[in-house]
T-cell receptor
Framework: DADVTQTPRNRITKTGKRIMLECSQTKGHDRMYWYRQDPGLGLRLIYYSFDVKDINKGEISDGYSVSRQAQAKFSLSLESAIPNQTALYFC??????????FGPGTRLTVL | GQQVMQIPQYQHVQEGEDFTTYCNSSTTLSNIQWYKQRPGGHPVFLIQLVKSGEVKKQKRLTFQFGEAKKNSSLHITATQTTDVGTYFCAGPNTGFQKLVFGTGTRLLVSP
């Protein structure tokens, strides 16, 4: 949805670099999520946040950190990128029915 | 932890043939959601099923929720090239805090 935007859309970086992926939404949802997608593995949850003061680890949080700067903004950081973090990253928001609204994704390559 | 599996992982059909993907959860689900991801795109919500044994239709797509609320299926009648993509099921985890996505079924339709 255009209501959920992600920057950058593509990024190539080198091992050891710090990377930040940003997500913004205009849907007014409190809940925001970061997922990672790898071929054959589906969507795996990295972190999720139910409001600005509530941050929770997902199933694959190691090597990642997040910041919820405002209701509308949720950033994902890779403190020291490694090649196996090469993947497609999606930000999502959800309403009270837990329906997920995804951003367009960021394709990250770590060399 | 809770797991949601889908079969098949991949299917290639000729246009006009039917297609079915199956979703199985290791735990009972309060509801099941289905998403479609077009090639190069992001997952988009299709439908949510809540009741045991529920069946819903969207044009050529038929969604079913099992009686035990641990499995679901998506059937597409007379596939079209526009049906190409990956179909994911997802269900809330035991604590109702997040969705657990299935591994996805990738559908390829040849004209």
């Amino acid at each position: 949805d255009a209501d959920v935007t992600q920057t950058p859309r593509n990024r190539i970086t080198k091992t050891g670099k710090r990377i930040m992926l940003e997500c913004s939404q205009t849907k007014g949802h409190d809940r925001m999520y970061w997922y990672r997608q790898d071929p054959g593995l589906g969507l795996r949850l990295i972190y999720y946040s139910f409001d600005v003061k509530d941050i929770n680890k997902g199933e694959i949080s190691d090597g990642y950190s997040v910041s919820r700067q405002a209701q509308a903004k949720f950033s994902l950081s890779l403190e020291s990128a490694i090649p196996n973090q090469t993947a497609l990253y999606f930000c999502a928001t959800s309403d009270f029915k837990d329906t997920q609204y995804f951003g367009p994704g960021t394709r990250l390559t770590v060399l | 932890g809770q797991q949601v599996m889908q079969i098949p992982q991949y299917q290639h059909v000729q246009e006009g043939e039917d297609f079915t993907t199956y979703c199985n959860s290791s735990t009972t689900l309060s509801n099941i959601q289905w998403y479609k991801q077009r090639p190069g795109g992001h997952p988009v919500f299709l439908i949510q099923l809540v009741k045991s044994g529920e069946v819903k239709k969207q044009k050529r797509l038929t969604f079913q929720f099992g009686e035990a609320k641990k499995n679901s299926s998506l059937h597409i009648t007379a596939t079209q090239t526009t049906d190409v993509g990956t179909y994911f099921c997802a269900g809330p985890n035991t604590g109702f805090q997040k969705l657990v996505f299935g591994t996805g079924t990738r559908l390829l339709v040849s004209p």
